[in-house]
């Protein structure tokens, strides 16, 4: 009763739906699986959005433990004010809690007819995509265990976003 699931229908949406709750006063993060790449910051400081579905884009947290370009280090992303607007990956959301959680499921994780699918070709993450050492298997149980630990940030809520469109639809029909 006291905590809500919501899909939304992009990504903007999620955005706004978030800031929404983070000027009323909330703890608000917006987290994805690993699926675009990560850049470095530029030389002048700023982040490369790399985050991109259709129209909108924003970038990842940073990877290292120093502020750059007025983003906050990846150990207080989910903390300092600054982290808002940035895209969090498991990495940097596991052990964090806050308010409002908003999650953009990628396309490693697809819905298809009846059952959950880890489309590995779609995966970012380095420690994932090596075929020698991930099993299919094992890659499966890893992407679903991202997406677990992502659902799971919100304390009073979260919205859900699907990259795919058959997955959507079934995140529509369940919630």
């Known amino acids: ?3 809500s699931v919501e899909t939304v229908e ?6 706004r739906r978030l ?9 608000a993060r917006m987290t994805a699986g690993y699926c675009w ?25 940073l990877k290292g433990d120093r502020s750059v370009g007025g983003a ?14 940035q895209v969090g990956c498991v990495y940097t959301a596991q052990g964090f809690e ?7 499921i990628g396309p490693d994780l697809v819905w298809r007819t009846d059952r959950w699918v880890a489309v590995r070709p779609a995966n970012r993450d380095p420690d994932f995509r090596n075929t020698q050492q991930v099993s299919d298997e094992e890659f499966e149980r890893l992407v679903l265990n991202v997406y677990k630990v992502l659902l799971t940030r919100g304390m009073l809520g979260t919205l859900i976003v699907s990259v795919d469109p058959e997955t959507q639809h079934m995140l529509e029909t369940l919630i």
């Open 72 to 85: 906050p280090p990846a150990a207080l992303w989910a903390s300092d004010p600054a982290g808002f607007g």
């Open 19 to 27: 800031e929404e709750k983070r000027d009323a006063g909330f703890g």
């Open 1 to 3: 009763d006291h905590f």
């Open 98 to 104: 806050y308010d409002w959680n908003g999650v953009i």
């Open 37 to 61: 790449p990560w850049s470095d910051p530029r030389s002048d400081g700023s982040l490369v959005d790399d985050v991109t579905i259709g129209s909108w884009s924003r970038p990842w947290n």
């Open 10 to 15: 992009s990504a903007q949406e999620l955005e």
